[in-house]
């Protein structure tokens, strides 16, 4: 049995999971227009939810956080709470791996370094050789950690976060490790990213611009398209045995997942796909459709995404389950979305509380069971979460309760 035994988030609404699950649970929203250097240019007013605050990891003498991107340095101050709470500390480092999920994700970092050395490029900075690297996120936890077990990264777009728990899930499965830390990374995008986006119809908001607050409604009918947020999410995978053994608490089982490709490039989500990873995630965690009681779906705020995953529920005999949206409270972290979902379902299947959806004042398919308005207690037993991304790919991780 393969068990969760430590977590780790940062979020606009709250950067540890206390803070995150006490804001989700009074569905507490920060979004605004994007403040951060190099997400606006011209006349521009894209919305999004930042994270505040000082990250509070470049301290000085640290050479490895010197150069550090803003993905970085949330990487290391996320993984340090997941670390703390799954007391790694005495784990053989040679028994740890590390996977984090997605690419491509400092897009901004690397915008602003080459706008400052445009006009000086005899005295560009040499970390670049190492910063650009989508792995060098992996370079800098495994040497501030001490992991010596494995480290990668794992791209599928939006489904990155949770791709990377199915591959830590596989790592621990097989023995190649004791303890793997699944790593959803924040996707820090520049100005380029957002306008190719809005450009394509993907990202909202036309329709609220002069209301930041009302962007985010994922399966509103009102809903324009998804709402970008800064975010990083960390789950500790291990065994049962091995949770045991070093008498730590389990979050939860990770019972069953999968993976499937459609074979397109495009954005257009596909039903069959989201079916086909829906059973088949089912079927490797011997769950029947009648045993999940809660969903915690991609729900970006694509009109067509959102329509084409409420039928997958309904085609999928899910309609009895209760469902709510972490999106519309958080925005869309994109490469780290299906951790954080996960995270989110994790920490409310411990207090036996579901959050609520922020302006779901119309949903599309009024018939299935939203949480809407306020929170609800709802112990849940058996839940799912799906996790979508552009170029057709779809995973979805069933997760079962366990006594602790």
Known sequence: MIVVTGIGVSTAIGCTAHLFMNALLEGKSAFSYLQRAGRQIED?????AEIKG??????????????????????????????????LNDVDPFRIGLVIGGSNF??????????????????????????????????????QFGINGFAYTAGGTFASGQLAVIHAAKAVQNGEVDVCIALGALMDLSFWELQAYAGIGAMGSLRFADNPDLACRPFDADSDG???????????????????????RRYGQLAGWATKIDGNRG??????????VIRQSLFHADLKPGEINYINPHGSGSPLGDLTEANAIVECGLSHAWINSTKSIIGHTMTAAGIIELIALLLQMRVGVLHPCRN?????????????????SEQIY???????????????????????
Not at 66 to 77: D, E, K, N
Not at 226 to 248: H, M, P, T, W
Request: with cysteine; aromatic share 8%.
């Open 360 to 376: 779901l004042n119309n949903p599309i398919f009024p018939e299935l069971n939203w949480v809407s308005g306020t929170a609800m």
């Open 226 to 248: 998804f709402i970008y947020g800064e975010g990083c999410g960390v789950l500790i995978i291990e065994s049962e045995a091995s949770a045991e053994r070093r008498k730590v």
């Open 106 to 143: 400092q897009q901004r970092a690397h915008q602003l370094f080459r706008e400052q050395y445009a006009e000086k490029i005899a005295y560009l900075n040499p970390s670049y050789s190492m910063t650009y690297l989508d792995y060098d996120l992996a370079a800098i936890l495994t040497a």
């Open 44 to 48: 521009s007013r894209f919305i999004g």
């Open 54 to 87: 000082d990250i509070g990891v470049d301290q000085p003498g640290n050479k490895l956080t010197r150069y550090a991107s803003l993905s970085a340095q949330v990487g290391i101050s996320t993984l340090q709470e997941a670390w703390n709470d799954a007391q």
């Open 382 to 404: 058996n839940a799912i979460n799906i996790s979508i991304g552009q170029g057709g790919i779809n995973t979805a991780v069933c997760i079962r309760s366990v006594q602790v």
């Open 267 to 276: 954005l257009n989500p596909s039903l069959q796909g989201e079916c086909d």
